[in-house]
């Protein structure tokens, strides 16, 4: 089945630009969306169609894909930017199937 | 405003079948644009999909659960349901059910209830 890997973890200053990366075999070829979830809470969606962001999604939100990394980046980071982050695509490749990524902490400094 | 709510017992024996109801407002669940889903996240990891519906009652679900998972709609009542079997601990977890966008090339989901944590404990 299709493996998605991200890093445990991403430190950034606030005011800073964070890069969250998923690894992926081919990703590129793939359609990939970002969830951010807060403690306690369900996940939002934030990114989707690799780059698109859903309304009230801030600008500062933005979304790249190719080859075999996709990338969700934040720019000027704010404190409440402080979540877990989650990659998600679908694989149509055996079964058809739902597959996320371990998931990242992102913590601001 | 498109909600969705989970419902059911919060615990759960062990070799016993954990039933949970997702109940749809704002929107029908019988929209031809959507699947709706299930998604569970043990306590401090991470997500995983379960399975989804459509309003005709055409399934699909993720192979390592498969074989244990049952998920059903009532558009009478704006429901959908999900039914494991064979619980154990490790099916311990926080619950959601999300509306799921499908499109020949993409899934993803955007909007999730609040989440239901479900507990396998004798």
């Known amino acids: 089945s299709y493996v998605l890997t991200q890093p445990p973890s991403v430190s950034v200053a606030p005011g800073k630009t964070a890069r969250i990366t998923c690894g992926g075999n081919?990703?590129?070829?793939?359609?990939v969306h970002w969830y951010q979830q807060k403690p306690g809470q369900a996940p939002v969606l934030v990114i989707y169609?690799?780059?698109d962001r859903p309304s009230g999604i801030p600008e500062r939100f933005s979304g790249s894909n190719s080859g075999n990394t996709a990338t969700l980046t934040i720019s000027r980071v704010e404190a409440g930017d402080e979540a877990d982050y989650y990659c998600?695509?679908?694989?149509?490749?055996?079964?058809?199937?739902?597959?996320f990524g371990g998931g990242t902490k992102l913590t601001v400094l | 405003q498109l909600q969705l709510q989970e419902s059911g017992p919060g615990l759960v024996k062990p070799s016993e079948t954990l039933s949970l109801t997702c109940t749809v407002s704002?929107?029908?669940?019988?929209?031809?644009?959507?699947?709706w889903g299930w998604i569970r996240q043990p306590p401090g990891k991470g997500l995983e999909w379960i399975g989804s519906?459509?309003?005709?009652?055409?399934?699909y679900y993720n192979p390592s659960l498969k074989s244990r998972v049952t998920i059903s709609v009532d558009t009478s009542k704006n429901q959908f349901s999900l039914k494991l079997s064979s619980v154990t601990a490790a099916d311990t977890a926080v619950y959601y059910c999300?509306?799921?966008?499908?499109?020949?090339?993409?899934?993803?989901?955007?909007?999730w209830g609040q989440g239901t944590l479900v507990t396998v404990s004798s």
């Open positions: 081919n990703i590129g070829s793939k359609s």
């Open positions: 704002g929107g029908s669940i019988s929209s031809s644009s959507y699947y």
């Open positions: 998600q695509v679908w694989d149509s490749s055996s079964d058809r199937h739902v597959v």
């Open positions: 519906i459509y309003y005709s009652g055409s399934t």
């Open positions: 169609y690799d780059s």
């Open positions: 999300a509306r799921h966008t499908v499109t020949p090339t993409a899934e993803y989901f955007q909007h």
